[in-house]
């Protein structure tokens, strides 16, 4: 919130300036345009005593000088003498309409800088009064003077002092927003890299340095819970490694005396039996030793995969041929085998690939102890780039609600419901071998309708 209410009092700071800024910038360009006005060439009173001073002679004869008379027709503008008795002893272009003589009234009239509406201005002389008079309707007189067209000119550049305001403001927002974008850049790039677990650092400068900081303090952060995790996460791999190994010597042993024992003809039939069930389950201990081992190893990513060129029918094929001869299938459960195209490879391991398809035909198996079909595809999907390695049964399934939980390891918090039958690893394994194949594992099912596993795998260039 404290960062937040900093770049607000930064920002508002900066608009205040900007406004004040054009505020002056506008004044600045207003006084200059009307100074200018007011001095375009010759002011009135430079040339009416310009007249004046280029006027000589007396008793009514009088002469202009040169460069007076320049000035009065550069301006248009004509003039005239007006004597002590108001008489007119002097004129230049004068207009027709103009009266000779002037009394003491016209005179004063005169201050008021018009003579039938022409605009004059008066300037003293030795002999009497020089005026010098503009055109009609070339000069306005007001406080001050200004050449109309300058005056029919303002209404123009107040429209384009609107529009270069509103330039000026673009550009300078163009300003501002330019050094945001180069603020917010390294914070843009910090927050990737912490989405992509990387650590960042952020220079705590400019306007989101508060910002910056947080970014660092927050890498800083994952980057020790990362560190920390991933060392749990190998002390937790490595204590399951350990006992795995630790329960396998002492199992192996129970398993070869309890297969002894069951083989002894000297035993009764009754404990050869009971033997027998203890060798039974010897090995299904050491099974599930050996697949919460190699799930460890797949969910920690510590499974070493011996990557090769795999034909995926060849493999299904083999898969099936163990499944027959290792269980007692009888006529209970019938499997079908069907391949697209048989020339279908993709890179991975074989011996994980021949895991995974195993534990989908066994988890067809183990939920339908009834019996089923157990239908299985391989086929290419529709954009040649990945295969398809199905596995369908026609049993009783499982509720839509359920398939989640199908995949997450037993006793896992995100389990929304316990493991029902067998020891919950069969599917969570496929799911972590599809993954480091750069696949995944997709199930479909429903109550009554049957079981869909279905692996997707990238396909190799050449097949």
Known sequence: MNGAIHILRRFVISTILISVFLLI????????????????????????????????????SYALAERAEKLLVQHNAWAMLIDKQGQVAWGFKLPDELPRAY?????????????MDYPVFIWEHPD??????????????????????????????????????????????????????????PLIDGIHGLAHEQPAHVEPKGL?????KSINHTSALLQEKNAKLKARDEARFNWIAGISHDIRTPLSMVLGYASQLEESETLPDEQRKKAAIIRRQGEKLRSLVSDLHLVSMLEYEMQPVSWKAVRLPVLARQAVSDFLNNNDVGERFSLQLAVEDENIKVNGDERLLQRAIANLLQNSMLHNREGCQILLQIMRSPDKKTCRFTVTDNGKGIPQSELADLLELPYSTKRKSPVQNGHGLGLPMVARIAKAHQGRLILTSDTGKGLRAEIELPVMADS
């Open 128 to 185: 009497g009064l020089v005026v010098v008079g503009y055109p009609k309707d070339s000069v306005a007189k007001y406080q001050f003077s200004f050449p109309l067209d300058w005056i029919s000119s303002v209404p123009l550049r107040l429209v384009g002092m609107i529009f270069g305001n509103i330039a000026l403001a673009l550009l300078l927002s163009l300003v501002i927003g330019t050094l945001l974008i180069k603020s917010i850049t």
């Open 103 to 115: 009394s003491l009234t016209d005179v004063a009239k005169l201050s008021r800088h018009y003579v």
């Open 25 to 60: 910038l506008n004044y600045v360009v207003l006084g200059t345009w009307f100074f200018n006005g007011m001095n375009v060439g010759k002011t009135p009173e430079d040339v009416v005593r310009g007249a004046s001073e280029g006027l000589h002679g007396s008793s009514g």
């Open 208 to 212: 989101l340095r508060s910002l910056a």
